[in-house]
């Protein structure tokens, strides 16, 4: 991964002034007590290099290493030496490890789907604690927004339907330098006093996760959620996280909510998003949480300990899939993260394009997250939490290049065979496909039971034509790493306001 881009880099960065003193800070007359902050160019110089400073090992800034690139170029060599000594045994030997990889993927799943439905030990000697209004902790809210002035009004109405006392909320709607509309829109929200807007300089990468360092480095309270743009929190969810985070032994970092898409029902493409999500966080996580196995957090309604993001130097600017990264940092760093059940709705993307943006840049991120933990150590600091890097993380990346791939390649051979062409599929590779797409299904139904939101059969089944779009976006992803890797392909959201209404 070479970084190619304009935007400053760390050795520009390095060259910066400190920016303005605390005195000199901005402080604009906001709405109804609400204050907006422009924030110190040195509070954003930290909040974007901090990370690759201190810590760099853990920091997509600095892309490949000259290590990796030594085994990764040793590899390619071994591999064409192979091929021209060997095709015959390098081809069988690829046939293998396909074949040895897919039917791990199988029974991983398999395993997976029998750990949700494995009994839940409900006998425990400590008694559950449910923190009282009377001593709750004050709670920070980081609300990421850009270029979102037709959403925010929903974004606010929902925050304001929290189940929490408003005298400990610590809210903070973080803006960039240039959203003059978002903020135009703020300004007209009558904001309350417990809100404070933060206008983000352009210094460093322009993303999601340096945002969130700037509001993580002003929060107030001990417990600290993300919320996006077009989220749609359970008024109940912060009250479930504190509860969590009560009894648990004080090790854990984190507990992720499960989302959902209030428009699944919009078209194909948000139908298969949903069965997508709601495998994932009703069936997947949990699971993955019953093995202790780390996972990668979802980008948004994950609620942290304060102190396990300060120690763990908060997000990576760099890697545009922070979450997926700070999941597996936090398990290096001996955290643990959990689950709760309220949900979060969010607005699914529902045309091809948008679709492919948003997934190409999640592929990147997650290829950025394989590179910087393979970089020393195991991932994850446990075996445990190895075998998840690969089995999670590991397997998403390979199987978002493959399926296109392998989609074309069977349709081939079966056509060849129709035209009277010798059969090219063996009885195996049959049961294999089978298998597999099987688990799938199963899967995807196990998300519809868990999360009692049921799809047309239909819908189940056309999902061996939505795989496929992912390699699409795994290809751009791959290009976008060598002339772009810090890009944050922006999501438009607001185009399904009234099915939010309706649900």
């Known amino acids: 991964m070479v970084n190619r881009e304009k935007s400053p880099g760390l050795q520009a960065a390095s060259n910066l002034q400190s920016g303005a003193s605390s005195e000199d800070a901005d402080y604009l007359r906001g709405t109804a007590g609400a204050k907006i902050i422009r924030v110190r160019d040195s509070e954003a110089y930290r909040a974007g290099f901090d990370l690759a400073q201190t810590l760099p090992h853990f920091s997509a800034a600095s892309g490949v290493t000259v290590g990796q690139w030594v085994v990764l170029l040793g590899l390619a060599v071994i591999f064409v030496l192979a091929i021209v000594i060997a095709p015959g045994a390098v081809l069988h030997f690829l046939q293998i490890l396909l074949v040895t990889i897919f039917w791990f993927a199988i029974c991983f799943r398999a395993v997976l789907l029998l750990t949700h439905y494995w009994p839940k030990n409900t006998n425990s000697s400590k008694p559950d604690v449910s923190p009282t209004s009377e ?142 999500y709601n495998a994932q966080f009703k069936v997947i996580i949990p699971a993955l949480v019953r093995l202790g196995i780390a996972f990668p957090l979802g980008g948004t309604s994950n609620h942290f300990r304060r102190c396990a993001l300060e120690q763990t130097k908060g997000w990576d600017p760099f890697n545009v899939t922070e979450d997926a990264d700070l999941g597996f940092r936090l398990a290096k760093m001996g955290w643990r993260a959990g689950v709760i059940s309220p949900p979060t709705m969010e607005e699914a993307t529902a045309r091809v394009r948008p679709w492919i943006g948003q997934r190409s840049r999640w592929i990147k991120g997650f290829i950025q997250t394989l590179i910087v933990h393979l970089r020393g150590g195991l991932p994850g600091g446990k075996p445990i ?119």
């Open 135 to 276: 001593n709750l902790p004050i709670y920070t809210l980081l609300l990421p927004v850009y270029d979102e002035s037709k959403i925010l009004p929903e974004l606010v109405k929902s925050i304001s339907k929290m189940d929490y006392p408003t005298d400990l909320l610590d809210i903070k709607l973080l803006l960039e330098v240039d959203d003059e509309a978002t903020l135009a829109v703020a300004r007209k929200l009558n904001l309350p006093s417990n809100w404070q807007v933060l206008i983000v300089p352009d210094i460093g990468p322009r993303t999601k996760p340096k945002a969130l360092n700037v509001g993580l480095a002003r929060a107030k309270g001990s417990f600290v959620a993300i919320y996006d743009a077009e989220d749609r929190p359970d008024p109940a969810q912060l009250r479930a996280a504190v509860t969590a985070f009560a009894n648990d032994d004080g090790n854990m970092a984190c507990v992720q909510a499960p989302l959902g898409y209030y428009n699944a029902d919009h078209n194909w493409i948000t139908k298969q998003f949903s069965l997508e």
């Open 385 to 503: 939490h190895t075998f998840g890097f690969f089995s999670v993380l590991g397997l998403a990346v390979f199987s978002a290049f493959s399926h296109g791939f392998l989609l074309l390649a069977f349709c081939l051979c079966l056509l060849n065979w129709a035209l009277g062409g010798p059969a090219t599929l063996s009885g195996t590779d049959y049961l294999l496909a089978g298998a597999g797409v099987a688990m799938a299904w199963v899967l995807l139904l196990a998300g519809c039971h868990a999360a009692g939101k049921w799809q047309n059969l239909w819908s189940i089944i056309s999902s061996v034509f939505y795989w496929p779009l992912q390699t699409w976006a795994a290809l751009r992803a791959a290009i976008e790493l060598f002339y772009k890797p810090f890009y944050w392909e922006k999501t438009d959201h607001g185009h399904s306001l009234d099915e939010a209404a309706d649900k």
